[in-house]
């Protein structure tokens, strides 16, 4: 953050897409911030077409922070690898429902497939953690009622009964 604050140039040498990537992985939510103000572009990806929002659910940041960061700076929820891994494969694969939850509520496809004819449904509700359980229903009733406005989670937040 220094660095970038010092006027360093986050954009070299790939436009930023290995800067940005990394921020996602590590969830700095603010860093991103500062980097997408000064240039690099949001969907930024590396050759094979991975983008810093496929990483964003890795890390499980607070409150899908830094999926949340991307996406109002327009990232592409619907962005695929060369291999068609996608954003939301990545929440299904690390079981972040709450990055799910933003990602479908952005538009995301709960019926994409990866080239190996995985979707987020597949990868989701094969694991047994209760993140994966969530992400689960989340891509299931999105494939069956279409986009999510509002979700379980909503009311858990609204009633406080949810937890990280």
């Known amino acids: 953050m220094e660095l970038v604050s010092a006027g360093a140039d986050p954009k070299f ?4 897409a290995d800067a ?3 921020t996602a992985f590590l969830c700095n939510p603010k860093l991103a911030s500062e980097m ?7 969907n930024a990806a590396r050759a ?5 929002l496929m990483e964003a659910p890795s890390r499980r940041c607070k409150e899908g922070a830094m999926v ?3 996406l109002d700076a327009g990232a592409n929820p619907n962005a695929r690898t060369r291999s068609g891994f996608n954003p939301l494969l990545a ?3 690390t079981g972040d429902a709450i990055g799910a939850e933003k990602l479908l509520k952005a538009g995301a496809d709960p019926k994409a497939k990866d080239d190996h004819g995985h ?3 597949d990868e989701a509700c094969d694991r047994g953690e209760s993140g994966h359980f969530q992400v689960c229903q989340l891509v299931r009733q999105a494939s069956t009622t279409g986009p999510i406005r509002t ?3 909503d009311e858990a937040r609204r009633t406080g009964n949810i937890s990280d």
């Open 68 to 70: 949340q960061v991307l």
């Open 13 to 16: 040498p790939d436009g930023g």
């Open 91 to 93: 929440a299904a694969m």
């Open 20 to 22: 940005l990537i990394g």
């Open 119 to 121: 979707t987020a449904e």
């Open 48 to 52: 094979d077409g991975e983008t810093a």
């Open 151 to 153: 979700s379980p989670f």
């Open 36 to 42: 997408l103000k000064r240039g690099v572009p949001v």
